[in-house]
């Protein structure tokens, strides 16, 4: 049985003509009978009573209209819901970003817009990689990309290729120790180049640590690092680092309570603090309304600045 059959009946039932029912269903007569006819077969019993005129319906016919006027109204509500919830959805960004950024630089971010971007951040995502990042975008499996970029590129950086980005704003990453009884720290970066130093470090693979990496090479009498441990998530080292086990770096925004309580303290000056940006990527050629729209509100923002 198809929708438009219940659609013809109800039609018939209101005219009580075959002729005027077509006409309003916009398809010859002899069709509309057909149709009709289908109908009747299909539920075993006759609902018109062809003998009247105008047109009656049977007493099973008056059953099957009731029930036929509350299937349409149904069907034309979830219509009309799931036409909402694909019109919601496509408005909805899809972020994906590391667990730091979401939780200490997006909701201030958000919260300088008086009319926020629709973003809704990816959770499965802040267990990635910055290539995982990337290719996911090149998929179309997100949106927009929030990430950290080094200020030095490195040979190992992801593929941006027909990608686009906007610098939102900058952060460091700075070394800290659980602190000692007198304040100083566990750790200190400052013992020399024999020293060797216990370090909560960051995936090999990841551009936290390459740009870490980078830093590092170019200091004079830098300490060797025994490295104790290796993770994605910026939270798990700040962890294991206030659990005094070795010293590590964190994005400021991240250790700044910290840093202010003292329960966390710097290993070393800010010769040691890596410089990073936090950029925004998307793809290129992609018409999406929600994207432009915020593109263009960060190039309006970006040449108020500049102003």
């Given at each position: 049985?198809?929708?438009?059959?219940?659609?013809?009946?109800?039609?018939?039932?209101?005219?009580?003509?075959?002729?005027?029912?077509?006409?309003?269903?916009?398809?010859?007569?002899?069709?509309?009978?057909?149709?009709?006819?289908l109908l009747e077969e299909g539920?075993?019993?006759?609902?018109?009573?062809?003998?009247?005129?105008?047109?009656?319906?049977?007493?099973?016919?008056?059953?099957?209209?009731?029930?036929?006027?509350?299937?349409?109204?149904?069907?034309?509500?979830?219509?009309?819901?799931?036409?909402?919830?694909?019109?919601?959805?496509?408005?909805?960004?899809?972020?994906?970003?590391?667990?730091?950024?979401?939780?200490?630089?997006?909701?201030?971010?958000?919260?300088?817009?008086?009319?926020?971007?629709?973003?809704?951040?990816?959770?499965?995502?802040?267990?990635?990689?910055?290539?995982?990042?990337?290719?996911?975008?090149?998929?179309?499996?997100c949106d927009l990309v929030l990430?950290?970029?080094?200020?030095?590129?490195?040979?190992?950086?992801?593929?941006?290729?027909?990608?686009?980005?906007?610098?939102?704003?900058?952060?460091?990453?700075?070394?800290?120790?659980?602190?000692?009884?007198?304040?100083?720290?566990?750790?200190?970066?400052?013992?020399?180049?024999?020293?060797?130093?216990?370090?909560?470090?960051?995936?090999?693979?990841?551009?936290?640590?390459?740009?870490?990496?980078?830093?590092?090479?170019?200091?004079?009498?830098?300490?060797?690092?025994?490295?104790?441990?290796?993770?994605?998530?910026?939270?798990?080292?700040?962890?294991?680092?206030?659990?005094?086990?070795?010293?590590?770096?964190?994005?400021?925004?991240?250790?700044?309570?910290?840093?202010?309580?003292?329960?966390?303290?710097?290993?070393?000056?800010?010769?040691?603090?890596?410089?990073?940006?936090?950029?925004?990527?998307?793809?290129?050629?992609?018409?999406?309304?929600?994207?432009?729209?915020?593109?263009?509100?960060?190039?309006?923002?970006?040449?108020?600045?500049?102003?």
């Amino acid at each position: 049985m198809e929708l438009r059959w219940l659609e013809d009946f109800i039609v018939l039932a209101r005219t009580q003509h075959f002729s005027r029912a077509a006409e309003e269903q916009n398809v010859t007569q002899p069709t509309f009978s057909r149709r009709i006819k289908l109908l009747e077969e299909g539920m075993g019993t006759t609902l018109i009573n062809r003998q009247t005129l105008p047109l009656t319906l049977t007493p099973a016919g008056e059953e099957f209209l009731a029930l036929s006027l509350e299937v349409t109204r149904r069907v034309a509500a979830t219509r009309l819901r799931l036409s909402q919830l694909a019109e919601e959805q496509a408005s909805q960004l899809r972020l994906a970003a590391p667990q730091s950024l979401l939780a200490h630089f997006l909701p201030a971010w958000l919260s300088s817009f008086t009319s926020p971007p629709p973003l809704t951040p990816s959770l499965r995502a802040t267990g990635w990689l910055a290539s995982d990042f990337f290719e996911a975008l090149a998929r179309d499996e997100c949106d927009l990309v929030l990430t950290y970029w080094p200020r030095v590129e490195g040979s190992q950086m992801p593929d941006t290729e027909g990608l686009e980005h906007r610098c939102l704003d900058s952060e460091r990453l700075v070394p800290v120790s659980l602190p000692e009884g007198d304040g100083r720290p566990r750790f200190e970066l400052e013992t020399g180049p024999r020293a060797s130093l216990p370090l909560i470090a960051y995936h090999p693979r990841g551009l936290t640590d390459m740009a870490l990496r980078r830093h590092l090479e170019g200091i004079p009498g830098a300490p060797s690092f025994r490295v104790l441990h290796e993770s994605i998530q910026s939270g798990n080292i700040r962890e294991l680092v206030g659990l005094g086990y070795g010293l590590g770096w964190l994005p400021e925004r991240v250790v700044q309570e910290s840093l202010a309580a003292g329960t966390l303290v710097r290993a070393g000056d800010g010769r040691w603090d890596v410089p990073l940006e936090i950029r925004l990527y998307r793809r290129q050629g992609i018409d999406q309304a929600a994207v432009e729209a915020l593109w263009e509100a960060l190039a309006t923002d970006s040449e108020s600045r500049a102003s």
